[in-house]
């Protein structure tokens, strides 16, 4: 049987740099993913404080995995993010304000208060929206790798997906598709170790959803989805090797959702040991010391960036409170696809 490709975590900043990552790209990466997680704790708060209506849902956990894939895309590259990978979002130049107007349903976030608070991409950085049904965004993805095909286009198309998503026909239909036409595209399997409350030994057989890409006719690697230099590595490796010809691969980010699968849900069926394990190995935690100790990241530079942070989304969050709720006679403006007027005959 074949095996997908462990990979290695990155022990120093010369590393770093032949990945074509500097001091100020790696510190932004830094402050790409403590955006992504201050985002969502003050989602949790508008939520409890019920400014945020329906569900909400979090990433914490896989901050990691989103930037360091996003960051490891091309402007012109597209993607087709899900609810956890907000990472994906600010890494690609979202502003915050407006993903916490997206959360409130106001006229300013992506969707315009037109769908539900987590179905939001800007279509300018080359994002499409999720739908609720996960798994379906997966032919969406390879259905963009061929246009780029057709079209002869160096372009990549990345596709996130969860282990639960693994479980349905979709991702076999467009992982095979992939496959056979050796498409311009790259499957990011987000694995947290729990579709809702089931557990990845009741969900599949084999020892890694990575292994699985052998059996379509692609590469297959599995990273520490903590690690986001490791995940920046291996997502630069897959997509610039789609954009060379060489077709899909198959990145699966390993880690633990460190919270429910919504707020409704407080994970009572997730081992407390599991959590406390994973909990030593938080993504920006982990970041933090390894920038220290290779790039002579100071505490005082780095706690300055934090303290930024904590300023922008402050900022953020009056700005998002104080945008408009939709107004309720345009509610089918944007929604509906405008028909093509007809051509009048040039002979006429």
Known sequence: MAIARDTESLSSSLDAEQLGLDRAGLLGMY??????RGIEERGHILYKQGKIPGSFYTGRG??????????????????????RDMG???????????ILAQYMGREDGPARGRD?????????????????????MM?????????????????????????????????????????????????????????????????????NLADRAAAYG?????????????????????IEKARQG??????????????GHAVHDNAFYVPRELLDEWAKRDPIARFRLWLSEHVQASEAELS???????????????????????????????????PEQPQENADA
């Open 62 to 83: 896989n901050e990691a995995g989103a930037v360091g894939v996003a960051s490891a895309m091309q402007p012109e590259d597209a993607g087709t993010p899900l609810h």
């Open 88 to 98: 994906v979002h600010v890494t690609r130049g979202v502003e915050p304000w407006r």
């Open 139 to 207: 032919p969406v993805a390879v259905g963009l790798a061929l246009a780029f095909r057709i079209r002869n286009e160096r372009r990549v198309s990345v596709c996130w997906y969860g282990d639960g998503a693994a479980a349905r026909g979709d991702a076999h239909e467009a992982m095979n598709f992939a496959g056979v036409r050796r498409l311009p595209v790259v499957f990011v399997c987000d694995n947290n170790q729990y579709a809702y409350s089931t557990p990845p030994q009741l969900e599949y057989a084999c020892a």
């Open 31 to 36: 402050r790409d993913m403590l955006v992504t």
């Open 246 to 259: 060489g077709g899909p691969t198959l990145v699966e980010c390993v880690t633990l959702r460190m919270e």
């Open 304 to 338: 300055e960036l934090e303290e930024q942070v904590k300023a922008l989304l402050a900022e953020a969050q009056k700005r998002a409170e104080s945008s408009p709720a939709p107004d309720p006679s345009e509610l089918e403006q944007g929604v509906y696809a405008e």
């Open 116 to 136: 539900g608070n987590v179905h939001m991409a800007l279509i300018e950085q080359n994002l499409v929206a999720m739908v609720s049904h996960l798994p379906a």
């Open 218 to 238: 692609f590469d297959g690697v599995v990273v520490d989805g903590t690690d986001i230099l490791a995940v920046y590595s291996e997502a630069k490796r897959a």
